[in-house]
């Protein structure tokens, strides 16, 4: 596997880590609750009324 | 299958563009089928409300379907900074993230089903099909005043009576919502029916006009306003899944170039922030010198473009 290659997959990586440590934050701040309130109704504006 | 298309007779070509479009279509209806299939939803013009809606789906596909089993980022993402606790999303930033490094774009290609929708009309035959709209270039920025001004300005700053922030992509624009969601409520649900408007009648000839111009013009939703795509674009390179280019087996024919549906310079750019990863320029290349690499795969070649 060349350098370029090597370097790219470390990206690869760290943006999963960075992806991780989000969706942690986000669930202890309490976003998911919001996500799941808001997504199990009919969303008003998505359909055209609201 | 040989995916060497061009290397073979032009019948042989056709046959292998054909197979992999169809497995392509397969896959897309495969997850549209999946990722909405709350029956119950669909007989009675409902929507499911169980522990899938904590979760995102990929592609651009609408929380208020009837038949959704999860969320729609997009939409979480307004509900989320349009709210009175938060400001910014980290548990959407972070979804998208972790599906970005995933496939990138290979979502847009292969599981969007706005994007299944477009494929599909621009199957229809048309006397004139179109290969860009002109002033191409400028249009393909008008993805960035929609994430800016539409999913993350309006919903912090446009707020109603009560302090919540308006989910201005949603509201006004999301071509999938009005498909997705507002389409089939209104003829399932009759509350939903007798509250219809302007709004929804704006909706309703956005999509059409959209529709229409899919027949001629291959996936103008995805080129010129989507911000999701536009997000996912930012993870092509860097994606497990994501393309390489040996220029030492690659002759410069450009055949990569001329099959692809939005005319990227494939040989320059395999990892266009573009690209929607269809995989016809894989197929097109005489020389395999284009190819798909997974985690893990060996690499061929020690020199190879990634940009
Ligand atoms: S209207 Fe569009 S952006 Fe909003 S939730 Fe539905 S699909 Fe997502
Ligand atoms: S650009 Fe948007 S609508 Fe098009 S396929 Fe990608 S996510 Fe779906
Ligand atoms: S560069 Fe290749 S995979 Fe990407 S859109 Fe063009 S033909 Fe499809």
Redesign the interface.
């Known amino acids: 596997m060349g350098n370029r290659d090597q370097k790219t997959y470390s990206v690869t990586i760290l943006l999963f880590a960075v992806a991780a440590v989000m969706l942690l934050i986000g669930v202890t701040r309490g976003e998911a609750l919001i996500v799941f309130t808001k997504a199990c109704r009919i969303c008003l504006e998505c359909i055209g009324i609201g | 299958m040989d995916r060497r298309a061009t290397s073979g007779s032009p019948a042989a070509a056709a046959s292998c563009f054909k197979k992999r479009e169809k497995r392509r279509n397969i896959t897309q209806g495969a997850f549209a089928c999946l990722s909405n299939a709350w029956l119950p939803g669909w007989l009675s013009g409902?929507?499911?409300?169980g522990a899938g809606?904590?979760f995102?789906v990929p592609g651009l596909s609408?929380?208020?379907c009837p038949g959704?089993l999860?969320?729609?980022p997009l939409?979480?993402f307004q509900?989320?900074i349009g709210?009175r606790?938060?400001q910014f999303?980290?548990?959407?930033?972070?979804?998208l993230?972790?599906i970005?490094?995933?496939a990138g774009r290979y979502v847009c290609g292969w599981i969007c089903p706005f994007g299944l929708v477009q494929d599909l009309l621009n199957k229809i035959p048309a006397i004139k099909k179109m290969r860009a709209l002109p002033g191409e270039k400028w249009l393909r920025r008008l993805r960035w005043v929609v994430l800016a001004g539409l999913v993350c300005l309006a919903p912090l700053f446009l707020l109603d009576p009560i302090g919540q922030g308006?989910?201005a992509f949603?509201?006004w624009l999301?071509p999938s919502?009005?498909l997705m969601?507002?389409w089939p409520?209104?003829l399932l649900?009759q509350a939903?029916r007798q509250?219809?408007?302007w709004?929804?009648?704006?909706?309703?000839g956005f999509l059409i006009t959209l529709l229409g111009l899919a027949i001629f013009l291959y996936r103008p939703f995805c080129r010129y306003l989507c911000p999701l795509g536009l997000i996912y674009g930012f993870?092509n390179?860097?994606?497990?899944l994501?393309h390489v280019h040996a220029p030492e087996e690659c002759r410069a024919c450009d055949a990569c170039q001329a099959a692809c549906p939005l005319s990227i310079a494939v040989r320059q750019k395999p990892n266009s922030p573009d690209c929607i990863r269809c995989g016809r320029c894989l197929t097109a290349c005489p020389t395999n010198a284009l190819k798909l690499i997974r985690p893990g795969a060996q690499?061929v070649s020690?020199?190879?473009s990634?940009d």
């Open positions: 409902g929507t499911y409300s809606k904590y995102c609408c929380y208020s959704a999860g969320a729609c939409g979480a509900a989320v709210s606790q938060f999303s980290f548990y959407i930033i972070g979804w993230s972790l970005g490094a995933a308006q989910p949603c509201k999301c919502g009005a969601a507002g409520l209104a649900n939903v509250a219809l408007g709004l929804f009648a704006w909706k309703s993870f390179r860097y994606a497990l994501r690499m020690r020199r190879r990634t």
